[in-house]
T-cell receptor, first 112, second 113 residues
Framework: NAGVTQTPKFQVLKTGQSMTLQCAQD?????MSWYRQDPGMGLRLIHY???????DQGEVPNGYNVSRSTTEDFPLRLLSAAPSQTSVYFC???????????FGEGSRLTVL | DQQVKQNSPSLSVQEGRISILNCDYT??????FLWYKKYPAEGPTFLIS?????DKNEDGRFTVFLNKSAKHLSLHIVPSQPGDSAVYFC????????????FGAGTRLFVKA
């Protein structure tokens, strides 16, 4: 049972480059979200989705785009990477019944 | 402005003793609170939760207490074990669903053998 799968696990970018972090879940969860983890800041919500075709902003959405064309996938796009986006990114999914978030293993991004 | 606050960055406890991790929140609209545990190089994993209509929830060695009037919750681990050493995140959401869950900064727990 795969759960939440994130790719890539590691990525190094130069300032101004673009990239997409992929997230897929096989649990048929309606809700998916992206967080970034930074030292002393905990996990901060970037964007979330309550179902296919529906997305909304979290606490720190600037510099990131998302889309949700299917229930399974929720990619996070960085259109022009900045050093401030160096972080560990986590994708998570859940149903409404428990509220428990299921996280992927994380993607470590470094922007030079 | 942080809506969920964990003011202790770290906590060190002797094996077998009680670990108490604290969390404060500011948004009275939160009605579901959760604790997550995170090991290095892994994603956070769910530990225990509590609804705002309760003041206590137990699961084995883990108990969460909620004081709504003080907007404060705590996680008790008894007895603490070396394998409990990890970062613990307090989290809150606005309904029984998990979307738009807001996390605290985390507390790193060290359990000494």
């Amino acid at each position: 049972n795969a759960g939440v799968t994130q790719t890539p696990k590691f990525q190094v970018l130069k300032t101004g480059q673009s990239m997409t972090l992929q997230c897929a879940q096989d649990m048929n969860h309606e809700y998916m979200s992206w967080y970034r983890q930074d030292p002393g800041m905990g996990l901060r919500l970037i964007h979330y989705s309550v179902g296919a075709g529906i997305t909304d902003q979290g606490e720190v959405p600037n510099g990131y785009n998302v889309s949700r064309s299917t229930t399974e996938d929720f990619p996070l796009r960085l259109l022009s990477a900045a050093p401030s986006q160096t972080s560990v990114y986590f994708c998570a999914s859940t149903t409404t019944n428990t509220g428990e978030l299921f996280f992927g293993e994380g993607s470590r991004l470094t922007v030079l | 402005d942080q809506q969920v606050k964990q003011n202790s960055p770290s906590l060190s406890v002797q094996e077998g003793r009680i670990s108490i991790l604290n969390c404060d929140y500011t948004n009275s609209m939160f009605d579901y609170f959760l604790w997550y545990k995170k090991y290095p190089a892994e994603g956070p994993t769910f530990l225990i939760s509590i609804s705002s209509i309760k003041d206590k929830n137990e699961d084995g060695r883990f108990t969460v207490f909620l004081n709504k009037s003080a907007k404060h919750l705590s996680l008790h681990i008894v007895p603490s074990q070396p394998g409990d050493s990890a970062v613990y995140f307090c989290a809150a959401s606005g309904n029984t669903g998990g979307f738009k869950t807001i996390f605290g900064a985390g507390t790193r727990l060290f359990v000494k053998a």
